[in-house]
């Protein structure tokens, strides 16, 4: 961290004191994974810079926030593609294909894994256990979308869906 933090706009702000607002004054810090939510979604990921000024907002030492940043998974600590795919690789997952459709994925999209395609579109990497066994493979979409039993088939029909999509 360079000591700098990055300047917050208006908008950025307000967000963050309405996440503030919902604990008491003195415990402000407890926005700070709703804040770090609020700087990935509109810059895509969290630098440094970005911790820096999520920690001055709230009060707090950096390396508090850089604690949390690199504690969660959803947390992009570098800039991913438009498509942030994670796949469960956990034991049970493994059990049922999971590492199969990491490598599939990664095999279509010519990357390796935690690697973004040529195009930009696609970021592919492991998750830690997504809570649905039952249902392997499965895989987190942009951190929000979870997918099911994720075939060969499925996986193609996925990101034949999702490239359409930006189109």
Not at 107 to 121: I, M, N, R, W, Y
Not at 160 to 166: G, R
Request: aromatic share 6%; with cysteine.
């Amino acid at each position: 961290m360079n000591g700098q933090p990055m300047q917050l706009g208006d908008s950025t702000k307000a967000r963050f004191a309405a996440e503030v607002a919902k604990y008491p004054a003195d415990q402000k810090q407890s926005a700070v994974m709703a804040c770090l939510a609020i700087v990935q979604q509109e810059q895509g990921w969290i630098s440094a810079e970005a911790e820096e000024a999520v920690a001055s907002y709230l009060g707090m030492a950096p390396i508090a926030v850089r604690e949390v940043t690199t504690f969660y998974n959803m947390y992009n600590q570098q800039p991913v593609g438009r498509f942030k795919l994670n796949v469960c690789t956990n034991l049970p997952c493994q059990l049922r294909n999971g590492q199969h459709a990491l490598e599939h994925l990664c095999h279509k999209l010519g990357v390796d894994e935690g690697g973004t395609s040529a195009d930009g579109l696609f970021t592919v990497q492991k998750s830690e256990c997504l809570g649905a066994c039952a249902d392997a493979p499965v895989m987190l979409v942009n951190d929000r979308q979870m997918v099911s039993y994720m075939s060969d088939a499925r996986l193609d029909d996925l990101l034949a869906t999702l490239k359409e999509s930006v189109k």
